[in-house]
Each structure stands twice: as structure tokens, then as C-alpha cells.
């Protein structure tokens, strides 16, 4: 089991930048890959960055690359989402997600929903015009 608590959040103007954080409790975290998703009102959560166990592979998705990076420190049980360059559609609440690898995953992190079944609780950005 892998319980996860992100932080961090908050409001910002664009352009402004604002790092996230995960933690995670429990001894797997290092044979997770981990993710970040966001939902926005009214919208559903959508995909925004994976990286592998190691932090060796990392996905985007196309709206957030080259200003978003994702990372982890593995010794303290914690990933991280850097977001620069914000802008107002990057506006949500931000949820970290996790799920436990297996010997036939490729190295890429998934980036769909249903593979991750461990989730925080969400933390809030509001980027300001």
C-alpha cells in the first residue's frame, strides 16, 4: 500500500513558476512509477507527467512540455512537479498518482488514469492573468 500527500500548491500570476511535492509512505514507492494529473472545473482529470522508477524515462503531455519538469528523490520517498511559465489554463487541482511496476512494463511511465492506483488528495493551483 502506498498512501500519498502532495504539496505545495497555490496561487500564482503567469508566468510565475511553482514547484509541487509528493510524498509517499510505505516501502514500495521505489518499485512505483508516479504521476501527476490535474483537474480543472468542469473538466475531467487529465494526464500531465510520469517518470519511471528510477527517473531514468519521462512523459508529458504536449501542453506542459518544455515548461513543466518531473523528478524524484527516491531516498526521500518524493516526487516533484517544477512548473514554469505558468498560465491561466493551468489552473487545477493537481493529484499525484502512483502505481507498483511489474518485470513486463516498458520503461515508459503510463499515462493512463486506470493504470495508477494510488492518488493524493489533491492540491490547488490558481494561476492569475
Known amino acids: 500500500q502506498v498512501q500519498l500527500v502532495e504539496s505545495g500548491g497555490g496561487l500564482v500570476q503567469a508566468g510565475g513558476s511553482l514547484r509541487l511535492s509528493c510524498v509517499a509512505s510505505?516501502?514500495?514507492?521505489?518499485?512505483?512509477?508516479s504521476g501527476w494529473f490535474r483537474q480543472a472545473p468542469g473538466k475531467e482529470r487529465e494526464f500531465v507527467a510520469a517518470?519511471?522508477?528510477?527517473?531514468?524515462?519521462?512523459v508529458y503531455t504536449d501542453s506542459v512540455r518544455g515548461r513543466f519538469t518531473i523528478s524524484r528523490d527516491n531516498a526521500k520517498n518524493t516526487a516533484y512537479l517544477q512548473m514554469n511559465s505558468l498560465k491561466p489554463e493551468d489552473t487545477a487541482a493537481y493529484y499525484c498518482?502512483?502505481?507498483?511496476?511489474?518485470?513486463?512494463?516498458?520503461?515508459?511511465?503510463?499515462?493512463?488514469?486506470?493504470?495508477?492506483?494510488?492518488w493524493g488528495q489533491g492540491t490547488q493551483v490558481t494561476v492569475s492573468p
Open positions: 498518482a502512483a502505481y507498483v511496476t511489474s518485470p513486463f512494463d516498458g520503461g515508459s511511465p503510463d499515462r493512463r488514469q486506470s493504470r495508477y492506483p494510488y
Open positions: 510505505g516501502r514500495t514507492f521505489r518499485s512505483c512509477a
Open positions: 517518470i519511471s522508477t528510477g527517473g531514468g524515462y519521462t
